[in-house]
């Protein structure tokens, strides 16, 4: 019923060229022939022309060229037919918490999955300016049932990777996976009864960390890096979420193969033959805690991102910087990687500005200055030259700042 009055909305006037007509649907008692009610007409293609396209069989973008070239259409209303169900999920760069503020960014990385119909003006090393609609890419599916291509608008969506800007690509597949939306239950107040948990930001869990820090030492393109034959080699990563770092050791235990702890967690990973390149550590080439992991890793300019149905973005600070904001707020000056301590510069009762030397540690055949990160007074000096320490070992304490 809705087809055939849009039809006779474009017979009444005489219209000619490519249009869209929207009507709003009164489904407070079901749906009924006699409850949708015309709202307006888009004299042109919209930007879910695809959607009509998948599910006719029709290019609508070269019928509207042959329309405005003075041709007839090549086929009558009569020979269309409507086949299966398709869905369009458009991509944009917003930040979804912040109530969709439209954001930028350089595409540090973007990749489709294979199957799916993705068209975009964008390409992977491009801008999102503050000037133009932050439309990234329109992903569309189709299936003989609505349930079969809402399978493959997930599925889709869950293989599609972006890094360098804020997407709703978390949200999109929330609200694909919405037992509402899967049911048809779709009306003008969905998004906002649900918006809470259909913004929730997915979380990465620790075999996600472990990957991120694997990927971010770079081992996976040297498998034998690190390796000797008398005892494994501990390193420390430092990872960030958020702004948020925390410390990683990885123990590399053998070629292409070692063991991840964060915090209290352990994870053993082994990886593929190292024949990645570009910093991107292929699908398939994981296993975590002897599990194939279907995962992609990818180092690019704006830091490290884990692609496993969701994507997980991961700052790399430098792991000193991390060591002296932490210092600044705790009055605690540790070691940010296993290293020996060259040399100290102060005793207890010193007093300190933010920025003085107070120590050298060498470490990975550099050395690193420890500086204060603010001002104070030594309460405790814990390091001493020439020791051995390991990753956040607390070297000096300042007393606590008086409130």
Known sequence: AMGQAAVRAAEAIGYKGAGTVEFIV?????LRADRFYFMEMNTRLQVEHPVTEAITGVDLVEWQLRVAAG????????DLSISGHAFEARLYA???????LPATGRLAHLAFPAGVRADTGVRQGDEISPWYDPMIAKLIVHGPTRDIALARLERALAGTQVAGSVTNLAFLRALARHPGFGRGEVDTGLIERDVEALSRAPEPCSRSWALAAVGALDLPNDV????????PLLRQVVLARDGEAEGVAVEVSGPGRVT???GETRHEVQFGDGQFGDGQFGDGQWRVDGVSVGAEVVRHDAGLSVFWGNNYHFELPDPLDVALDAGAAAGRIEAPMPGLVKAVFVKAGASVMAGDKLAILEAMKMEHVLTAGRDGVVADVLAVAGAQVEAGAVLIVLEEEQA
Request: charged share 30%; no cysteine; glycine share 10%.
């Open 26 to 30: 009164d489904a407070s008692d079901g």
């Open 71 to 78: 041709e007839m259409l090549p086929a009558r209303q009569s």
């Open 94 to 100: 917003e930040d979804v918490p912040k109530g969709f």
């Open 224 to 231: 034998t890096e690190g390796f000797t034959l008398w005892a």
């Open 260 to 262: 991840v702890q964060r």
